[in-house]
């Protein structure tokens, strides 16, 4: 009996997910306050993000979409959600700065997607924000 493939990125409890990282050559430090930076904030969250870092802060996108901060380990990781108008639930989105060989690896990883289209949109948003990421930190 033939089994059936899953769709990548599809797993049984958290619908579709996605993970994106990139090792850029700055201390751990430096990273982590870039990424939590309003600069940084915008880089990965959207454009007309003003979100503050804060376990409970809540913000509101342009666009609709919604969310809240869960929880912040600084230095380390924070965990939102992002709820889109229209979709059924929140998806939940991961960030983990991570020290590397060469520097530290920024790390996003978004589950409870619903939909491969989805999955795809969100991993060409995070290669996109890591673009931009890096571009500020050559600055700084």
């Not at 493939?5 to 996605?18: A, N, S, Y």
């Not at 991570?98 to 795809?120: C, K, N, V, Y």
Request: glycine share 8%; proline share 5%; charged share 25%.
């Amino acid at each position: 009996m033939a089994q059936s493939k899953r769709p990548i990125g599809l797993t049984k409890h958290t619908g579709f997910q996605v993970g994106v990282r990139r090792t850029l050559p700055v201390s751990l430090q430096e990273a982590w306050d870039l990424v939590t930076s309003q600069k940084g904030i915008r880089a990965w969250l959207g454009g007309s993000a003003n979100a503050a870092v804060l376990p409970g802060e809540t913000y509101r996108l342009r666009d609709g979409t919604v969310g809240s901060v869960r929880l912040v380990s600084p230095g380390s990781h924070l965990r939102i959600t992002w709820h889109p108008s229209g979709w059924e639930r929140p998806s939940l989105i991961q960030l983990r700065v991570i020290r590397a060989a060469t520097g530290t690896t920024i790390s996003f990883h978004q589950e409870h997607l619903p939909d491969a289209r989805s999955r795809e949109q969100r991993r060409a948003h995070f290669a996109a924000a890591l673009d931009k990421l890096e571009r500020l930190a050559r600055r700084a």
